[in-house]
């Protein structure tokens, strides 16, 4: 019943992705490479890599499950300019995620094969740091935007969050 297009709520397995990731995201953020020179230690790359290739698996996994199975809990009536913006928020944030561990994994693979100091690497570098400060971005206006459902009382904020349920009529 769950796994049907609505607007009425996520399915477990949705939730679990979304949550999941905010948690696995965290954890990629914590524990960011601070220097290039960490590379240097060959278990340390091997781990980024084994991390950053299981994270694009789940990426994509994640979003054909969301994109062939839930919609938006946006209200029918909401406005065309809003539906357009959250749908850009979101995929957004799905670009922004694939870009940052897209380009980390370059930036392995480039270290990997003795391209250290090179003008390539010095792109991708700035690359990876544009995506995720780009990312952090989006995610602001997520999290402001599900606070504004949730002070609006129109269902999208207890859609997809466990905490500070709206009461149910
Ligand atoms: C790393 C942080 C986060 C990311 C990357 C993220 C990403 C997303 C994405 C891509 C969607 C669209 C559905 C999907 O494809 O899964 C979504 C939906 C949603 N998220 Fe997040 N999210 C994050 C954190 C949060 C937080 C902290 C909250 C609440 C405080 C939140 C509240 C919601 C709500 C209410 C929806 C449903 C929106 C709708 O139905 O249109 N998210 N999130
Ligand atoms: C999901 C995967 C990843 C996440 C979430 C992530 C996150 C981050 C963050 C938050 C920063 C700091 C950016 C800033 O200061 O603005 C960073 C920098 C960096 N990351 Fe990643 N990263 C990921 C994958 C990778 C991988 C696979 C590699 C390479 C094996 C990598 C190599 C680097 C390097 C070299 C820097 C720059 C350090 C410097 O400024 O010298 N990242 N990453």
């Known amino acids: 019943m769950s796994l049907y297009k609505n607007n009425s709520g996520y399915s477990k397995i949705a939730k679990l992705f979304h949550w999941g990731f905010v948690l696995l995201f965290v954890y990629g953020v914590a524990k960011q490479v601070d220097d290039i020179n960490q590379l240097e230690d060959a278990a340390f790359i091997r781990f980024e890599i084994i991390f950053s290739l299981i994270f694009l698996f789940l990426l994509i996994t994640r979003l054909i499950y969301m994109k062939t199975t839930q919609k938006s809990s946006l209200p029918k009536d909401t406005p065309r300019v809003q539906k357009m913006s959250a749908k850009i928020v979101h995929n957004g944030m799905y670009a922004f995620l694939a870009g940052t561990v897209l380009s980390g994994l370059l930036i392995g693979y480039l270290f990997w094969f003795g391209f250290q100091n090179s003008l390539m690497m010095n792109i991708v570098i700035t690359l990876h740091e544009l995506f995720i400060n780009l990312l952090y971005l989006l995610i602001g206006i997520h999290i402001f935007a599900a606070t504004f459902h949730r002070l ?13 349920k709206e009461n149910k009529k």
């Open 152 to 164: 609006k009382k129109d269902g999208v904020w207890s859609s997809m969050v466990p905490i500070f």
